[in-house]
Each structure stands twice: as C-alpha cells, then as structure tokens.
C-alpha cells in the first residue's frame, strides 16, 4: 500500500506518534513517506493511505497545519483513506482531529478513524508544570503501544466514514482565534543575557518570525509551538520576562528530535 503521513510538531512528540506509525506500517511491509510539513515535500495523487498530525492546541490542532491541508493535500484518488492524528497532553478532547476529519472528507478521502495519542505536556505556562520522567516515559509508552494498535487493525481501513455530519465550522474559529492570539502572545518571548546567537532558534522557527539582530527580535507571526523556549542550547529564552523548564523528548526516550 502507498502509505503518506505527514505532520505538523512543535516539540516532537507529534513526530514521534508519526514515525511510530510509520515503523509499523513499513514491518507490515508498505512504503511509507513519512514528513513535516515543513519540507514542503508534496503528497503524491497515487496516495493510497494519508495520515496526517499535529498537537492540540487549546482544543484544535493549530490553524497553521488546517491552511496546509486545506492548500496541499490532493483530492482523493478512488478508494483513498485518511487517518487525522493528534498529540496532547490530555487537557482537552480531540475536537480537532474531528476538523481535519471534516476537510479530508471534503476532499474525496474516506476517514474510519482518528486518534488522539496523550504525550508528556510541552506547555507549562499558566498553572501547568512539567511532569516527572516516570509520567511521561510511561505515557510514552502508552503512545507506543496505541500507535501500533492502530497500525495492526487492518479492520479500520475497510471501516465507514466517520467524519462529522456537523459543520466543524466552530472549531475552526476556535483554531483561529487562537492564531491570532499567539500572534501576540510571541511578543512575550525574549532573550536573557545567557544567549549566545547561535541562531537555532531563528533556523527552527516554524513562523520564520524570530530574527537575531543585535539582539533576538520576536515577531507578530509566532504560533506559541514553544520550539524556541524548548530547543535552546542555553535555556535562554523567556517567556514574560519567566524562565520555564525545558521539556526534551530524546532525554525522556531513545529518540532523536528535530534539530
Ligand atoms: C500553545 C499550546 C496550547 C496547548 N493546548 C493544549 C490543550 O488545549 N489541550 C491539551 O491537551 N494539550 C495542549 N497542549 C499540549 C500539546 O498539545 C502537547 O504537548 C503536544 O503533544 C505537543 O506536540 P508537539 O511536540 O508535536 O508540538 C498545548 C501546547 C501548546 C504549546
């Protein structure tokens, strides 16, 4: 089978549910290419299976991966299958897989299921504080375990659509308010005196909208996916003048993040 995932990850764990998938389709023998959205690598019109990912983000996944689907996934060739797939970190339900459900169905593709996979939480702002390692290497386990699950029921690909009949169109301004708060929320991000302008931020921001000058200027584009905040070699990027923890899922597992 011609099997295509792709996703969007601020911090890796999407990436991580990702590539899980795609280890086990690639054992049950299929092809698979398997990529961020962020390599602009096109999805091919022969596409049999198309899984797409991304985090929650306040109940939705963010607006920035529903444009991309919108503008990059081809119209379904006969017979083609989705499966929507997010990371969260349990806060809040899967209502946004449920809206790329929906604009996957409008583009001629069958989706028999979606999946919410619960990660160790990247956000710490607020009342939310890092978990222990045990927590989260146990709930990576569980990911481990649901994503070959998933992979394992060949059922599914036979199974009925099951996108929503209702019109997602809530969610989506949910997805959109939201873009626009972080928009502002990014004006919050700053740089202490332990930077060192190696310029990872800059190379790794999703928005493009970090650039280093005599100092590291943080834009009106930003989507709060906290790759910055979490991917500093020095730790020295602050978010209301606040130092947070770093959260590093290679330190957690085995496994190597994007650089
Ligand atoms: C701005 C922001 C908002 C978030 N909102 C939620 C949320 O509403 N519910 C939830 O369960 N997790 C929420 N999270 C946690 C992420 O969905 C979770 O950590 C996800 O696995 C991150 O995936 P990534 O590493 O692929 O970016 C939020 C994270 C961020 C950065």
Redesign the pocket.
């Known amino acids: 089978m011609n099997i295509v995932i792709r996703?969007?990850?601020?911090?890796?764990?999407?990436?991580?549910?990702a590539e899980e998938i795609q280890k086990h389709y690639v054992i049950q023998g299929n092809a698979v290419n398997c990529d961020s959205i962020e390599t602009g690598t096109p999805i091919g019109s022969d596409t049999e299976l198309l899984l797409i990912?991304?985090?929650?983000?306040?109940?939705n996944v963010p607006e920035h991966l529903i444009r991309w689907v919108i503008r990059n996934v081809p119209d379904a060739s006969a017979g083609a299958v989705a499966i929507p797939f997010?990371?969260?970190?349990?806060?809040?339900n899967a209502f946004g897989v449920t809206s790329l459900a929906a604009k996957l169905h409008k583009k001629g593709y069958t989706v028999p299921a979606l999946r919410t996979?619960?990660?160790?939480?990247?956000?710490f702002?607020g009342k939310y504080e890092k978990m222990s390692d045990d927590i989260a290497s146990q709930l990576v386990e569980k990911t481990r375990i649901e994503t070959a699950e998933l992979v394992a029921n060949q059922e599914i690909l036979s199974g009925a659509d099951i996108s929503p009949e209702k019109s997602t169109l809530g969610i989506d301004l949910l997805a959109e308010t939201?873009s626009v708060m972080?928009r502002f929320m990014g004006k919050s991000f700053s740089a202490n005196e332990n930077c060192i302008r190696c310029g990872k931020c800059v190379k790794n921001c999703p928005k493009n909208t970090i650039k280093l000058d005599k100092k590291l200027k943080f834009g009106l584009s930003c989507?709060?996916?906290?790759?910055c905040i979490h991917g500093c070699p020095v730790h020295a990027i602050e978010y209301g003048k606040k130092r947070y923890p770093q959260?590093r899922?290679n330190e957690i597992v085995q496994w190597k993040v994007n650089e």
């Open positions: 996703y969007f990850s601020g911090t890796g764990n999407t990436k991580f549910a990912g991304g985090p929650i983000y306040a109940g997010s990371t969260s970190a349990g806060l809040l996979f619960v990660m160790p939480r990247n956000y702002f939201m972080t989507m709060m996916c906290t790759r959260y899922l």
